[in-house]
């Protein structure tokens, strides 16, 4: 794989040079080739390769379920790599299915507690970002988070221009081999970026405990700025940050 210098980027296929953009806006130029399509499906040679393609491909279906099913944490947080970093995870929860044979593994039999403790913006990490720790309840009726007082000024590292802040606690529920899922909110009051004591917040979701659901409890920062008497959600969400706290 080569970088492409100069004024003049190429995409496109030129004999056997592909030349392209890459996702981070690189322009690179590589060359064609490889093994055939029906040796890399038939050869015993490419078994593992066959195994692993497998889980890839689920490993993709999973991380674009999850996305959508994270949907209303991604429109708080989201550093733009969602995607990606879902899939890597996904393909760990996969890897950890204790009983199906390799290339058989499975998402939804996998330790979904993995997941636990990722970060929804890898720009905005939930711990440099609040300064203080989370008191965390996880009983089998409910999760309830709660927010110690503090000055704001002093505890949140506040993205330019802020004046307001609101925490909110997001349960989404996953029936992976379903493939459905479903959320539900409790966002506290926007509060105001200053020096003065904010009493302490508690946010609470009850477990539906429902067969076949796991619950993925998340709580998240979102920064806000007033204008002219109201109140607007920045647009760069990747400053926002979000984590997952607890897998049930």
């Known amino acids: 794989m080569a970088k492409q210098a100069g004024y003049i980027k ?9 030349f392209y953009k890459n996702r981070d806006g690189s322009y690179l130029a590589r060359r064609k080739g490889g093994v055939s399509k029906e040796r890399l499906l038939n050869d015993p040679k490419f078994q593992r390769t066959r195994e692993n393609m497998q889980e890839f491909s689920r490993a993709a279906t999973a991380a674009k379920f999850l996305k959508n099913a994270f949907r209303e944490i991604e429109i708080k947080s989201n550093g733009g790599k969602l995607h990606n970093r879902l ?17 058989e593994r499975k998402f939804e039999l996998g330790d979904m507690s993995i997941l636990r403790g990722f970060q929804f913006s890898e720009r905005a990490v939930f711990d440099q970002t609040f300064k203080k720790q989370l008191v965390i309840a996880d009983v089998p009726e409910s999760v309830t988070v ?34 459905t899922f479903y959320t539900e909110i409790s966002t506290a ?25 796991n619950y993925f409890f998340a709580v998240s920062i979102e920064f ?12 760069d969400v990747s400053m926002n940050p979000a984590v997952i706290l607890t897998v049930v």
């Open 10 to 18: 190429l995409e496109g296929t030129i004999g056997d040079l592909s």
């Open 87 to 103: 899939y890597s995870q996904s393909m760990k929860v996969i890897k950890s299915d204790p009983t199906s044979a390799r290339g």
């Open 146 to 179: 709660t927010v110690p007082e503090m000055v704001p000024t002093k505890y949140l590292a506040a993205t330019k221009g802020a004046t307001h802040y609101r925490f909110s606690l997001i349960r989404a529920a996953v029936n992976a081999v379903a493939g």
């Open 189 to 213: 009051a926007s509060l105001v970026i200053n020096s003065q004591i904010q009493p302490e917040l508690v946010l609470t979701l009850p477990k539906p405990a429902i067969a076949g659901e």
């Open 224 to 235: 806000l700025m007033e204008v002219n008497g109201g109140q607007y959600e920045s647009f």
